[in-house]
Nanobody, 119 residues
């Protein structure tokens, strides 16, 4: 069983920065594709950024150039550095892990952390 625990959310002014962290339990972290999603009430959950076990990254167009995803396999932790934050970045941010094992795909989610961008 894998557990993901996010931290680092909060209230920030427009133009500010936050760093979200997601600590993973279990031994699968180094092989997992890790991602950050976000969801506003009444909207679908959307992918913000993802990083493979090899370090390749992908970003939603809306955050390219402002957000950076990274991972530390020694600490079983993935990070999302949010910069130049905008009010429309306000959402609950969820950590996600996808693991493929024995031809089966397993998806794990954290509980979410609120990011509010407001003056």
């Amino acid at each position: 069983q894998v557990q993901l625990v996010e931290s680092g959310g909060g209230l920030v002014q427009p133009g500010g920065s936050l760093r979200l962290s997601c600590a993973a339990s279990g031994s699968i972290f180094s092989s997992a594709v890790m991602g950050w999603y976000r969801q506003d009430p009444g909207k679908q959950r959307e992918l913000v950024a993802a990083i493979t076990s090899g370090g390749s990254t992908d970003y939603a167009d809306s955050v390219k150039g402002r957000f950076t995803i990274s991972r530390d396999n020694a600490k079983n932790t993935v990070y999302l550095q949010n910069s130049s934050l905008k009010p429309e970045d306000t959402a609950v941010y969820y950590c996600h892990a996808r693991v493929v094992s024995n031809r089966r795909t397993y998806d794990y989610w954290g509980q979410g952390t609120q990011v509010t961008v407001s003056s």
